[in-house]
């Protein structure tokens, strides 16, 4: 076993889940086993069984990563958008081991884990940036809100038995208006996740764009809009509707008060991913989504 340990790598796990706790511990004994340190928060370790020489951090900041290499992530989707934040404030990449359902973002399965140190350790893996958006909230003119998100940004209806009254805007001109449950401003990475679900179309990840797909419009023309990556995006809520509430990645949210103004664009910080497959995104969408793909023959030779 090698003692001189160059190289850290970030292990952050939903220690809520017997199988993360599981999965935390192969991956930490196959990397210190490899030569490599593991340093996971002291909230975190508390519920590992860990040897002594992991370390610990005490708090949750960007700066807990600094000298790590990779941080590897353990849980489903609400983990890893958690890694995420992480990943994009420390510049760091993340690679995500999906423990949960569909995991868009992992890179790997939990019966991979084997594999997954391995690549670690010999640095077979790539480094790709996803695309972010900023959003800001105006209220009367003034900013009061500024957030940001990975997949996506949506404005959405508090009561139930009201609807948003929105006005839709791109690069600084109205597109249309009506009432509905809500608006979602999302990445090529987001349209696998909430736009999906709420009828949007699926953009592969390499496809530079931005996404506004409205939920449950009240309207003849509400179609799902696909624009230039360097669009701005607005949804203005009517002066006289109740509030309404921003999400960002379904993880930080801000209320809106009546009539206010949100703007979405292509963030300035990108997400930074380890790969460890070179498997085309079709592939990928087949096998989260079980797709039935029988009968195939493929291009002719």
């Not at 992480?86 to 949960?100: I, K, Q, T």
């Not at 509030?243 to 206010?260: F, H, I, K, S």
Request: proline letters at 6%; a negative charge; charged letters at 20%.
């Amino acid at each position: 076993m090698t003692t001189n340990r160059t190289r850290t790598v970030f292990l952050l796990a939903h220690t809520g889940r017997p199988a993360a706790i599981r999965s935390a511990e192969l991956v930490v004994k196959g990397l210190l086993h490899s030569g490599l340190g593991v340093r996971v928060l002291e909230s975190e370790a508390r519920d590992l069984p860990l040897p002594d020489e992991v370390e610990t951090v005490g708090e949750a900041t960007p700066e807990c990563l600094d000298g790590c290499e990779l941080l590897i992530v353990l849980g489903g989707d609400g983990t890893l958008l958690r890694g995420a934040e992480f990943a994009r404030a420390s510049g760091v990449p993340m690679l995500g081991v999906n423990l949960g359902s569909v995991g868009f973002l992992a890179e790997a399965e939990r019966d991979d884990l084997d594999k997954v140190v391995d690549r670690v350790v010999s640095r077979a893996y790539e480094v790709e940036e996803r695309m972010t958006v900023d959003v800001v909230v105006h209220q009367n003119g003034t900013i009061v809100h500024t957030d940001w998100a990975l997949n996506e940004a949506a404005v959405q209806k508090v009561s139930a038995e009201r609807m948003l009254e929105v006005v839709l805007e791109i690069d600084g001109r109205p597109v249309t208006g009506f009432g509905c449950d809500g608006i979602v401003c999302a990445t090529p990475t987001g349209s696998t996740a909430y736009a999906f679900s709420a009828g949007g179309p699926v953009v592969w990840p390499e496809v530079e764009a931005l996404l506004m797909v409205p939920i449950s419009a009240h309207a003849l023309f509400a179609k799902p809009l696909v624009t230039s990556p360097d669009s701005v995006l607005a949804v203005e809520m009517l002066p006289h509707v109740p509030p309404g509430v921003l999400w960002c990645d379904g993880r930080r949210t801000v209320e809106l008060p009546a009539g206010a103004r949100v703007e979405v664009r292509r963030g300035a910080v990108p997400v930074r991913l380890a790969r460890l497959h070179h498997a085309s995104f079709t592939d990928r969408l087949v096998a989260k989504f079980a797709l039935p793909v029988s009968g195939w023959r493929g291009a002719p030779h």
